[in-house]
T-cell receptor, first 118, second 113 residues
Framework: DADVTQTPRNRITKTGKRIMLECSQT?????MYWYRQDPGLGLRLIYY???????NKGEISDGYSVSRQAQAKFSLSLESAIPNQTALYFC?????????????????FGPGTRLTVL | GENVEQHPSTLSVQEGDSAVIKCTYS??????FPWYKQELGKGPQLIID?????GEKKDQRIAVTLNKTAKHFSLHITETQPEDSAVYFC????????????FGTGTKLQVIP
């Protein structure tokens, strides 16, 4: 089973609609991230969360909100979707518990959600 | 903040040839440089990384080099195979309290059989 799952995998919606993308992980990691990927722009950070009570804005948070319902769940919402939010969205996790562990800096990505806003 | 530039954006090589992807970074405080491979329909996956106290690291057919003075690092893939076809992202990180990772814009590698 996948360690980081995202639902839905594909979504087409209309301008103005509210959309929620969900992410679940079984890795037991405290830190979770939401990125968007656009052609030619790479991966850009939207929000990140250190734990259930710690949520922070990334470089492109405008128009988005998040909810950390549990250690394993991190949801991204578009309150009123607009066409330039059409992109591929990725959730990721990381494990900060051991600074000297090879896993300390590695981010584990979900399979992505392709969102189209018409 | 950190800025990571990656070149080329697309790269086509014949099977068996080598491929090189280059990145530059701007923040001298960055000290961790991972490379991620994204296969079609999947999320990026770490393939190799290098820390700033090391100049080169190799893992079978892939190697990374780092020049801290010039602030650039490169990914080298030798004896390329069709399964190496993917999008590759470089990244730079200052693993302080936040572990902020700044990604490059990606290189689409096509290995022609």
């Amino acid at each position: 089973d996948a360690d980081v799952t995202q639902t839905p995998r594909n979504r087409i919606t209309k301008t103005g609609k509210r959309i929620m993308l969900e992410c679940s992980q079984t890795k037991g990691h405290d830190r979770m991230y939401w990125y968007r990927q656009d052609p030619g722009l790479g991966l850009r950070l939207i929000y990140y969360s250190f734990d259930v009570k710690d949520i922070n804005k990334g470089e492109i948070s405008d128009g988005y909100s998040v909810s950390r319902q549990a250690q394993a769940k991190f949801s991204l919402s578009l309150e009123s979707a607009i066409p330039n939010q059409t992109a591929l969205y990725f959730c990721a996790t990381s494990d900060p518990r051991d600074r000297y562990s090879p896993l300390y800096n590695e981010q584990f990505f979900g399979p992505g959600t392709r969102l189209t806003v018409l | 903040g950190e800025n990571v530039e990656q070149h080329p954006s697309t790269l086509s090589v014949q099977e068996g040839d080598s491929a090189v992807i280059k990145c530059t970074y701007s923040d001298s405080a960055s000290n961790y440089f991972p490379w991620y491979k994204q296969e079609l329909g999947k999320g990026p996956q770490l393939i190799i990384d290098i820390r700033s106290n090391v100049g080169e690291k190799k893992d079978q057919r892939i190697a990374v080099t780092l020049n801290k003075t010039a602030k650039h690092f490169s990914l080298h893939i030798t004896e390329t195979q069709p399964e190496d076809s993917a999008v590759y992202f470089c990244a730079a990180s200052n693993p302080g309290g936040y572990q902020k990772v700044t990604f490059g814009t990606g290189t689409k590698l096509q290995v022609i059989p």
